[in-house]
């Protein structure tokens, strides 16, 4: 007689599956809708459209996509449409991105898997709420420009929600945030027309006054109100901003401002001060100020470079340059991200200016090279590039074999361009050798 084998039952419940709410508030934006969907087409459980009064084919492109469409009154209150968005979606995590926003196919796929992780373990089950992961700025080239870090991606429970009228954030506990290198976010909203980008400032400023009138005192309100003021292109309003980012500075940008907030006011005053030299001392005092908070952090000490620059200190510029374009190299090395990470070849101005402080004439020559290569119709770097080059020795088939490896000699507009400098800077054989090339006989 044959036994039957008793199998243990398994009596612990199954894990719940990944069910991805992507989420958007939209207005008027029929140029972007289609990619802002598709990016989470596939991966997505669900999407939700919230529309807060579109009057072009927003609605319908979405509709037509398959995402459910909800409509929210406008009550200048950011917060309050993102919320309405989260209440309306019944995945247990959402994928929080603004229209102009999206991620590669790549990074979509690469979400899921790092969910299904968090989901699998249970130590990041029980400890992570969210993702933080890079915000990529591009511009009208697809060009990075700057890296900042977000939380677009967390969990769906009653406990976190979006809180401010505008500039809205997350209200929960960053302890429960994991970073994300492997993914990061496109963000194209800074490629847009002047005037869009004006009225975008000018509803800001409406919204952040109301809010502000409420709490006169909040250091963060007033950071946000100056960084849109700064935008107008009204000279009272630029006077008004630096007035409110002086205030900020003043009292030591202490504890009542978001981390993300005092980069905001540093970054306004490293930029002022940058290119002038008058201006050395302040800008030096601000970098340490920034580099005593944010240790390491590259941006501030690119702008440090750039103070010591200007107060003649070269070899000490040099040191730290060299310092982050090896960090930026060393790709295990870990950086904080911002300006200078999204594009170290801003670095090479500031080392042509190091090295020319130093004699150093072959590093000189070695970073405008860079710097042109990068950017070839630069008249400003070309002209000092050939004088040096000629200062260094160099014979007239010499530069002209240089040149080669940045110019295209069949290229007559680059042939113009080098004849021009050539002649601006008093290279006549140069600039003969080149017209030759230009009307071959």
């Known amino acids: 007689m044959s036994k039957k084998k008793n199998k243990k039952k398994n009596t612990n419940p199954p894990l719940p599956s990944i069910r991805l709410s992507q989420c958007m508030i939209v207005k008027n934006e029929e140029k972007n809708i289609e990619r802002a969907l598709k990016w989470a087409k596939n991966i997505a459980f669900e999407q939700i459209v919230v529309d807060t009064g579109s009057t072009d084919r927003t609605v319908e492109i979405a509709r037509k996509m398959g995402a459910k469409v909800f409509h929210f009154e406008w009550i200048d209150d950011f917060s309050a449409a993102k919320n309405y968005a989260i209440e309306q979606a019944s995945g247990n995590w959402i994928a929080f991105l603004d229209a102009d ?24 089950r029980e400890n992570y709420l969210a993702l933080g992961c890079a915000l990529v700025n591009v511009d009208g080239n697809g ?34 945030m994991v970073k994300v290198d492997e993914i990061q976010i496109i963000h194209t909203g800074y490629a847009i027309e002047e005037s869009k980008e004006k009225g975008k400032a000018e509803h800001n400023i409406r919204i952040i006054r109301k809010e502000l009138a409420e709490k006169p005192d909040d250091l963060n309100l007033k950071v946000y109100l100056a960084d849109s003021l700064k935008n107008t292109g009204n000279e009272d309003d630029k006077k008004e901003a630096e007035s409110l980012f002086s205030e900020v500075l003043d009292k030591g940008i202490g504890a009542p401002v978001a981390s993300i907030l005092k980069r905001i006011v540093y970054a306004y005053f490293m930029k002022k001060y940058e290119n002038d030299p008058s201006k050395s001392s302040e800008l030096e005092k ?68 190091a090295a020319q402080g130093l004699g150093d004439i072959d590093n000189v020559i070695k970073y ?38 940045i110019y295209d000699f069949s290229d007559k507009s680059d042939l113009l361009l080098i004849e021009k400098a050539a002649k601006e800077t008093g290279a006549t054989e140069l600039a003969t050798r080149v017209m030759a090339i230009e009307t071959p006989s």
């Not at 590669?104 to 989901?119: E, G, H, N, P, T």
């Not at 939380?151 to 302890?175: A, G, K, Q, W």
């Not at 103070?307 to 040099?318: D, P, Q, T």
């Open 143 to 176: 060009k990075p420009f700057q890296v900042i870090e977000q939380v677009r991606i967390f969990r769906n429970i009653p406990s976190i929600r979006y809180t401010s009228r505008i500039h809205e954030r997350l209200d929960m506990d960053l302890n429960n």
């Open 368 to 405: 405008v090279t860079l710097i042109l290569k990068a950017d070839k119709k630069r008249p400003e770097v070309l002209l000092p590039y050939i004088s040096t080059l000629q200062k260094n020795g160099s014979s007239t088939d010499g530069i002209l074999e240089q040149l080669k490896t």
């Open 286 to 353: 601000i970098c340490r100020m920034g580099l005593e908070e944010y240790p390491g952090f590259i941006d501030y000490e690119y702008y440090l470079s750039c103070a010591l620059n200007g107060r003649g200190e070269f070899s000490e510029a040099w040191r730290l340059l060299k310092s982050i374009e090896a960090k930026l190299s060393n790709e295990s090395t870990t950086t904080d991200i911002g300006t200078i990470a999204a594009d170290p070849t801003l670095l090479h101005p500031q080392m042509v200016y």
């Open 101 to 124: 926003e999206y991620f590669s196919s790549v990074d979509a796929k690469k979400l899921m898997i790092f969910l299904k992780r968090i989901q699998s373990d249970f130590a990041m």
